[in-house]
């Protein structure tokens, strides 16, 4: 989709929805460190939560990637 395509959309969402909330750490900080540290006692909804949180930044890495190769594509032409 076009709007995928977007990076001021995508940066708009990681800031919002990606860290959201935001007090008192950002909220897909505290779910990383979580399953860093093992896991221990995350449910089903933690899980769903997680990857609600980090859809943005896939998306937005997902993004860079595309442009970067784009990039290297046209330097070697």
């Not at 896991?39 to 939560?49: E, K, N, S, T, Y």
């Not at 943005?56 to 890495?61: G, H, Q």
Request: aromatic share 16%; hydrophobic share 55%.
């Amino acid at each position: 989709m076009k709007i995928f395509g977007d990076w001021k959309f995508l940066l708009m969402v990681c800031l919002t929805l990606g860290l959201a909330p935001f007090f008192p750490e950002p909220h897909i900080l505290g779910k990383i460190k979580w399953i860093a540290g093992g896991a221990v006692g995350m449910q089903p909804l933690d899980w769903f939560d997680a990857i609600f949180h980090g859809t943005p930044w896939l998306l937005m890495i997902g993004f860079l990637i595309g442009k970067a190769s784009q990039f290297r594509k046209q330097v070697k032409n």
